[in-house]
C-alpha cells in the first residue's frame, strides 16, 4: 500500500520526499515498479472487467450476493467477501427500490372472497397458488396500466396484460393469458386484492369455469399480496424509474423486454436460490421427473 500511494502521488511529490514519510527506502520502491502487478491484482482486475460486465447485463440491478451466485455460475472461483470489496471499491453497486403505493379500489358493491391465501407464500410445485395485481407506469403520453398474475412457487411471471384503461378487461386478458400458457389443473389458487376488476362477475365466472378457487387481500392490507408488490416494486426500480418513455408503445416494448427476457429467464432471485423463475421451474421438473 506504502508504494502504492507512492507512485499515486509521484507527479504531486519528488519521489525521494514520498519514500522518505512512507519510511520506505527509493530502491525498495523502484524494485516494486519493476516487479509488475502481483497475481493477486491480475486476478482482481479479471474479475472487475467480469463484475462490469454483470453489472451492465443485469441493468445495474445486482447486489454482491447477486453478483456472488452470478460469478460462480460463470465458473469463477471467488469469495463473496471478495467480490463485495470489489464492487465497493470501484462505486459498483444495485439501484436502491422506492416504496410502492397502493392504488386499489375497493370501494363496490361486488362480492370479496375470503383470504384463503393468508400469507402463505410458500409453494411446492407450479400452479397451486397464483397471485394478481395491477400497477401504473407513467408516459408522456399519459398512463399505461400493467396487470399481472404470478406463481408464486417460482415468482415466474405467468400471465400479463397492458392497457391505457384500468378495467376488468385489463385483468381478463392476463388471466386468459395465464390460462393459456400454463394450462393449470382444478387445485389452483388465484389470490388477489378486492379491487373492482377482479371483484367483477366477469373475473369471478372465468375463474370458476377454470376451477380455480378465489381468494383475496383483506381490506387496506397490501401485505397479503406482498409478492406481487414486490415484483412491481423490483420493476419500477429496474426499469420504469430509470427511463422516460415517450408514448405508451415505448413503453409496452420496455416492459415487455423486461418480463419475459430479463426477469423470467435471465434475472437471479434471492427468494429461489438465486435461480432465474425459469431455471428454477426447469429444475424442479428434472427433479420430479428423477424421483
Not at 40 to 62: D, F, M, P, Q, W
Not at 149 to 165: E, N, Y
Not at 183 to 205: F, I, N, V
Request: with cysteine.
Amino acid at each position: 500500500m506504502r508504494y502504492r500511494f507512492i507512485g499515486a502521488e509521484k507527479t504531486n511529490y519528488p519521489i525521494t520526499i514520498l519514500c522518505r514519510a512512507m519510511q520506505v527506502s527509493s530502491s525498495g520502491y523502484y524494485a516494486f515498479m519493476q516487479r509488475g502487478p502481483s497475481a493477486r491484482a491480475l486476478e482482481n482486475a479479471k474479475l472487475l472487467a467480469e463484475i462490469k460486465e454483470i453489472h451492465v447485463e443485469s441493468r445495474g440491478t445486482y447486489g454482491s450476493p447477486r453478483m456472488y451466485r452470478e460469478l460462480i455460475a460463470r465458473g469463477c472461483v471467488v469469495s463473496p467477501g471478495r467480490v463485495e470489496r470489489l464492487m465497493r471499491e470501484n462505486g459498483i453497486s444495485a439501484r436502491r427500490k422506492r416504496r410502492f403505493k397502493v392504488t386499489t379500489d375497493s370501494k363496490h358493491n361486488s362480492p370479496v372472497a375470503k383470504n384463503l391465501l393468508d400469507r402463505a407464500f410458500a409453494v411446492e410445485a407450479v400452479d397451486r397458488k397464483w397471485a394478481g395485481d395491477i400497477t401504473y407506469i407513467w408516459t408522456r403520453e399519459g398512463w399505461l396500466y400493467l396487470a399481472v398474475i404470478l406463481d408464486l412457487f417460482s415468482r415466474r411471471v405467468v400471465g400479463w396484460a397492458m392497457d391505457h384503461r384500468i378495467d376488468r378487461r385489463l385483468v381478463l386478458s392476463a388471466l386468459d393469458m395465464a390460462l393459456t400458457v400454463r394450462e393449470p389443473s382444478d387445485d389452483l389458487l388465484h389470490h388477489s386484492d378486492r379491487g373492482s376488476q377482479y371483484a367483477s362477475d366477469d373475473y369471478r365466472k372465468r375463474l370458476r369455469a377454470a376451477g380455480i378457487t378465489c381468494s383475496m387481500s383483506r381490506k387496506g392490507d397490501c401485505w397479503d399480496n406482498a409478492v406481487v408488490e414486490s415484483f412491481f416494486g423490483t420493476l419500477k426500480q429496474e426499469l420504469v424509474h430509470r427511463s422516460d418513455f415517450e408514448t405508451r408503445a415505448e413503453a409496452r416494448s420496455a416492459i415487455f423486454e423486461y418480463i419475459e427476457v430479463f426477469y423470467n429467464r435471465w434475472r437471479r432471485h434471492s427468494y429461489i436460490g438465486y435461480m432465474s423463475p425459469a431455471e428454477f421451474e426447469a429444475a424442479a421438473l428434472t427433479a420430479a421427473l428423477a424421483a
